[in-house]
Nanobody
């Protein structure tokens, strides 16, 4: 089992930057594929970014619409994955969820964008961006 706890959301004004954190526990973190999704009211859960460790380097993936503004990173020593969000817009308002997948099986299940490929989820952190 993997437990995920997100933090860092809140109420901010458009244009600012914010960083979300997700701390994982329960199993070895270094080889866990990790991702961020978000869900706005009345909308489906949406892929934001994903990251997997590949030995000396990490591979990251982004929703096309968020490339250049959002950056995902991980600190394997601290069991933490981050989402740096810049130039926030009101349309970024959503609950942001951290997710983890099972190494191996996730890669044949629609990784990185299919939320059904992930086995573990945090409780979410609310981000509200005011105009």
């Amino acid at each position: 089992q993997v437990q995920l706890v997100e933090s860092g959301g809140g109420l901010v004004q458009a244009g600012v930057s914010l960083r979300l954190s997700c701390v994982a526990s329960g199993r070895a973190f270094g080889n866990l594929p990790m991702a961020w999704f978000r869900q706005a009211p009345g909308k489906e859960r949406e892929f934001v970014a994903a990251i997997r460790s590949g030995g000396a380097t990490d591979s990251s993936y982004y929703a096309d619409s968020l490339k250049g503004r959002f950056t995902i990173s991980r600190d394997n020593a601290g069991n933490t994955v981050y989402l740096q969000m810049n130039s926030l817009k009101p349309e970024d308002t959503a609950v942001y969820y951290c997710a983890a997948g099972t190494p191996g099986t996730i890669y044949s299940s629609g990784y990185p964008k299919n939320y059904r490929a992930y086995d573990y989820w945090g409780q979410g952190t609310q981000l509200t961006v005011s105009s």
